[in-house]
């Protein structure tokens, strides 16, 4: 090696090194807390950390029954009849519904249909919709089973 290429190479690696280490003992001496554990640390880890935690709700909280369902997300517009939802145990206004058949019926929930959005809101599974449905549809005179969870 040259005497130039060694000087090269001492500066690439050495310099470096000397400068992490001057940043480190001034780190140190102007935070003498830092072995500690104090307000600020807990201020600068707030502020730091990652956007968007992941919670996992869905696998942790138990699949509802279909009146629970029913409760938790269709009884806001069916249980009074708003914005023209059929409303519960009304078998008149069930009866031409329950005609098309529980897979009609289902698609409709899936898909929206008139005011009802698109899995009637989206916080259900497809299971508790399904249990949801069938609760909503049998007190307006059908007769599906509840669904088992697959
Ligand atoms: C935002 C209000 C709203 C919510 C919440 C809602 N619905 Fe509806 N639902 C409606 C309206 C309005 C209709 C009538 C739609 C039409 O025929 O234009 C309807 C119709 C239906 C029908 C009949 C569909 C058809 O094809 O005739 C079923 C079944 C149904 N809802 C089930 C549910 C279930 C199950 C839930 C809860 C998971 C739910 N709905 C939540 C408003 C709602």
């Known amino acids: 090696m040259s005497n130039q290429s060694l000087k090269t190479a001492v ?3 050495g310099a470096p090194l000397v400068l992490a280490a001057a940043l480190v003992s001034n780190f140190a ?3 003498p807390s830092k072995a500690g554990y104090d307000n600020s640390d807990l201020a600068t880890a707030i502020r730091i950390q990652k956007v968007g935690s992941v919670a996992l709700q869905g696998g942790a909280r138990k699949v509802r029954d279909g009146a629970e369902a029913y409760t938790a ?4 517009c069916h249980a009074g009849g708003l914005v023209g939802a059929p409303k519960f145990g ?8 329950i ?3 529980f897979a009609a019926l289902l698609k409709s929930v899936m ?17 508790e919709i399904e249990r949801a449905l069938v609760h909503l549809a ?5 007769k599906f ?5 697959k």
Not at 73 to 76: G, I, L, R, S, Y
Not at 138 to 142: D, I, M, P, T
């Open 138 to 142: 049998n007190a307006g005179g059908a």
């Open 111 to 127: 898909g929206g249909k008139g005011a009802m959005g698109a899995q009637a809101g989206g916080a259900l599974s497809d299971l």
């Open 29 to 31: 001496v102007a935070n």
């Open 73 to 76: 997300q269709c009884a806001a």
């Open 99 to 101: 005609g098309q058949g």
């Open 90 to 97: 009304d078998t008149a206004a069930w009866a031409p519904r």
């Open 11 to 13: 500066f690439a690696f």
């Open 145 to 149: 089973p509840e669904p088992a969870a």
